[in-house]
């Protein structure tokens, strides 16, 4: 008798046609087959699906080049699809379930003719975590699968472990035409299920990623009473190896990957990475908070990436011990086969292709590397990998972190008063945009807890579940909002951040210890100028004041375009976090 994943597979099959079914069992052997027959196909804009790269200094490497029109998640294109509108919200885009199913039959139908349709089982988390979550993704692109075996934990056992179970998370992915108004990502958060079609790339076909552990178990943990959030995890070791484990949440641009892998420049003092993207957040038996990374890879931003700003990123790039390691949109110095990005920290190549496959002229103000280039590698080749990483039960949450990008308002560092105060940090934070993005500069973009793009349900909602999960902690992580990226009048940065932010993580962690005090202000506590570890540091007291500084004026007007986005949320804002803005602004009068 055919178990539930088969009677499903079966019923896409029937609707994509595809030439063969191959059902993945995740080795390194099928790994290895699949790119090499990668090698010598073509994806639909011509070139070759994988291209090996120089195996000396980039072991177990490979080049992919996406189509021109699919680089980036299709944020327009991407909705949530429940019968109850209310339920997802003004900042999710919506479809009726039914409707979007007519929209995307049609598209699927025979969409994968002349093609192989892979089904991929995997698990998100350890498979014997009691957190995990048991998924099938059908594909038809081997890029994907190669992809899906490094971020997630694929094997044919995740089959025997769903058994005659229809409690298994379905994702269907087809490349389709590529055709940019017919690419679509549904999700159906009642059916456990998201749809794609139309694009290649991993954030709109990684269907365990963003789509599922973000969108659709943000919706499951509502439910079932936890936290599926857009949080690197790390634990941070003091001189004494005692360790403290972190949950940071940061909008893209903002340097959540580089703090993940951060080296730091205090002796005695070693960052310890779990993940650099997402956690699930579960209250333990014990009454603590817990955290597991449901990822087995990084799926990262190639430009910027460099022995300065992230080395210890870059010696996983270059280990290809365990799996392959995948480049996409890169430049490719063709005089030495390899993946060049600009900040590599090496000189631009003499002879390149840029990431559309263009002969590449450094001279011209075009980059050679598309600005969401991306790297594919397995979490096991990190060097600062936490011992912890695979842990069932996760690690126990002392502190979470909430960051932004703002030039001027926002301090250095800010210790929310309780667990609700830290809600509304959370609630109120995002980052400022510049002129490329929406042609005007210091607009602030709110992105609460980095979850705009990816909660799969009303925010009004995630507050209130926040503010419940908080009531459930016995002794609640302490919450922090950070700011690196404060400019002086000659619009430099301040704080030299990078491996100096372990200087930051060091006055959390004597907190939570109970080792410094704190000075109270109207928008949280903030540090004591003198029990900053600054030691070492080429920066003035002046300079660290400005850094420190809460200028009433400022947030005044900072309470203002709070209320004015908190507004779009009506009746579903919880009235703790109303009053937290009421108090807020009391407190600056």
């Given at each position: 008798?055919?178990?539930?994943?088969?009677?499903?597979?079966?019923?896409?099959?029937?609707?994509?046609?595809?030439?063969?079914?191959?059902?993945?069992d995740?080795?390194?052997?099928?790994?290895?087959?699949?790119?090499?027959?990668?090698?010598?196909?073509?994806n639909?804009?011509?070139?070759?699906?994988?291209?090996?790269?120089?195996?000396?200094?980039?072991?177990?490497?490979?080049?992919?080049r996406?189509?021109?029109?699919?680089?980036?998640?299709?944020?327009?294109?991407?909705?949530?699809?429940?019968?109850?509108?209310?339920?997802?919200?003004?900042?999710?885009?919506?479809m009726?379930?039914d409707e979007?199913?007519?929209k995307?039959?049609?598209?699927?139908?025979?969409?994968?003719?002349?093609?192989t349709?892979?089904?991929?089982?995997?698990?998100?988390?350890?498979?014997?975590?009691?957190?995990?979550?048991?998924?099938?993704?059908?594909?038809?692109?081997?890029?994907?699968?190669?992809?899906?075996?490094?971020?997630?934990?694929?094997?044919?056992?995740?089959?025997?472990?769903?058994?005659?179970?229809d409690?298994?998370?379905?994702?269907?992915?087809?490349?389709?035409?590529?055709?940019?108004?017919?690419?679509?990502?549904?999700?159906?958060?009642?059916?456990?299920?998201?749809?794609?079609?139309?694009?290649?790339?991993?954030?709109?076909?990684?269907?365990?990623?963003?789509?599922?552990?973000?969108?659709?178990?943000?919706?499951?943990?509502?439910?079932?009473?936890?936290?599926?959030?857009?949080?690197?995890?790390?634990?941070?070791?003091?001189p004494?190896?005692?360790?403290?484990?972190?949950?940071?949440?940061?909008?893209?641009?903002?340097?959540?990957?580089?703090?993940?892998?951060?080296?730091?420049?205090?002796?005695?003092?070693?960052?310890?990475?779990?993940?650099?993207?997402?956690?699930?957040?579960?209250?333990?038996?014990?009454?603590?908070?817990?955290?597991?990374?449901?990822?087995?890879?990084?799926?990262?931003?190639?430009?910027?990436?460099?022995?300065?700003?992230?080395?210890?990123?870059?010696?996983?790039?270059?280990?290809?011990?365990?799996?392959?390691?995948?480049?996409t949109?890169?430049?490719?110095?063709?005089?030495?086969?390899?993946?060049?990005?600009?900040?590599?920290?090496?000189?631009?190549?003499?002879?390149?292709?840029?990431?559309?496959?263009?002969?590449?002229?450094?001279?011209?103000?075009?980059?050679?590397?598309?600005?969401?280039?991306?790297?594919?590698?397995?979490?096991?080749?990190?060097?600062?990998?936490?011992?912890?990483?695979?842990?069932p039960?996760?690690?126990?949450?002392?502190?979470?972190?909430?960051?932004g990008?703002?030039?001027?308002?926002?301090?250095?560092?800010?210790?929310?008063?309780?667990?609700?105060?830290?809600?509304?940090?959370?609630?109120?934070?995002?980052s400022?945009?510049?002129?490329?993005?929406?042609?005007?500069?210091?607009?602030?973009?709110?992105?609460?807890?980095?979850?705009?793009?990816?909660?799969?349900?009303?925010?009004?909602?995630?507050?209130?579940?926040?503010?419940q999960?908080?009531k459930?902690?016995?002794?609640?992580?302490?919450?922090?909002?950070?700011?690196w990226?404060?400019?002086?009048?000659?619009g430099?940065?301040?704080?030299?951040?990078?491996?100096?932010?372990?200087?930051?993580?060091?006055?959390i962690?004597?907190?939570?210890?109970?080792?410094?005090?704190?000075?109270?202000?109207?928008?949280?506590?903030?540090?004591?100028?003198?029990?900053l570890?600054?030691?070492?540091l080429?920066?003035?007291?002046?300079?660290?004041?400005?850094?420190l500084?809460?200028?009433?004026s400022?947030?005044?007007?900072?309470?203002?375009?709070?209320?004015?986005?908190?507004?779009?949320?009506?009746?579903?804002?919880?009235?703790?976090?109303?009053?937290?803005?009421?108090?807020?602004?009391?407190?600056?009068?």
């Amino acid at each position: 008798m055919a178990t539930a994943v088969e009677k499903w597979v079966e019923e896409m099959a029937q609707l994509c046609k595809p030439d063969k079914i191959y059902w993945c069992d995740g080795s390194e052997e099928e790994a290895h087959r699949l790119i090499e027959i990668g090698m010598t196909q073509e994806n639909i804009n011509g070139n070759p699906i994988f291209t090996k790269l120089d195996q000396k200094e980039w072991p177990n490497s490979y080049y992919h080049r996406s189509h021109p029109s699919d680089v980036a998640r299709t944020e327009h294109l991407t909705f949530i699809c429940r019968k109850d509108k209310e339920s997802i919200g003004p900042t999710n885009n919506w479809m009726d379930p039914d409707e979007a199913k007519r929209k995307l039959e049609p598209l699927f139908d025979g969409c994968m003719k002349g093609r192989t349709m892979y089904v991929m089982p995997y698990m998100m988390g350890h498979p014997d975590s009691p957190y995990a979550k048991a998924c099938v993704q059908i594909t038809d692109i081997s890029y994907v699968v190669i992809s899906m075996r490094i971020m997630t934990r694929m094997s044919k056992s995740v089959l025997d472990k769903i058994g005659n179970s229809d409690n298994f998370v379905r994702g269907v992915h087809s490349i389709g035409n590529l055709d940019p108004e017919n690419r679509y990502i549904m999700h159906f958060p009642d059916e456990n299920l998201v749809w794609s079609i139309g694009s290649g790339y991993g954030g709109n076909a990684l269907l365990g990623k963003k789509c599922f552990s973000l969108r659709i178990a943000s919706w499951l943990g509502l439910k079932e009473g936890w936290l599926a959030e857009h949080m690197a995890l790390i634990g941070v070791e003091d001189p004494q190896g005692k360790i403290t484990y972190m949950a940071v949440a940061m909008p893209s641009a903002c340097g959540k990957t580089n703090l993940a892998m951060l080296e730091s420049t205090l002796p005695g003092y070693k960052v310890w990475t779990l993940g650099d993207d997402i956690a699930w957040l579960n209250v333990g038996d014990d009454g603590q908070l817990y955290a597991i990374n449901p990822e087995a890879g990084y799926f990262g931003v190639a430009p910027g990436t460099s022995m300065k700003t992230n080395g210890n990123m870059l010696k996983a790039l270059k280990k290809g011990t365990f799996f392959p390691t995948l480049f996409t949109n890169t430049a490719l110095d063709t005089d030495k086969n390899e993946p060049w990005w600009e900040g590599l920290g090496t000189p631009a190549p003499a002879h390149a292709l840029d990431w559309q496959g263009n002969e590449w002229d450094p001279s011209k103000t075009s980059k050679a590397a598309h600005a969401n280039s991306r790297f594919t590698v397995s979490a096991q080749h990190t060097t600062n990998l936490a011992k912890e990483y695979s842990d069932p039960k996760g690690v126990p949450i002392s502190a979470i972190i909430l960051g932004g990008r703002r030039a001027n308002t926002v301090p250095l560092l800010v210790e929310a008063f309780n667990w609700q105060h830290g809600v509304f940090i959370g609630a109120r934070s995002g980052s400022e945009t510049t002129a490329a993005a929406i042609g005007q500069e210091g607009v602030i973009r709110r992105d609460p807890m980095a979850m705009i793009p990816f909660c799969g349900y009303n925010m009004g909602d995630y507050f209130a579940h926040w503010l419940q999960v908080g009531k459930n902690i016995k002794k609640a992580p302490k919450i922090y909002s950070v700011n690196w990226f404060r400019l002086d009048d000659e619009g430099k940065f301040i704080w030299p951040g990078f491996g100096d932010n372990i200087r930051v993580l060091k006055w959390i962690i004597d907190r939570i210890n109970g080792k410094v005090g704190a000075k109270e202000t109207p928008i949280g506590l903030l540090p004591n100028l003198n029990e900053l570890s600054l030691e070492g540091l080429d920066i003035s007291s002046a300079r660290m004041e400005k850094l420190l500084e809460v200028n009433p004026s400022e947030w005044v007007k900072e309470a203002a375009d709070i209320e004015a986005f908190l507004t779009q949320f009506g009746a579903k804002l919880p009235e703790a976090l109303a009053q937290e803005l009421k108090s807020l602004k009391a407190n600056l009068s």
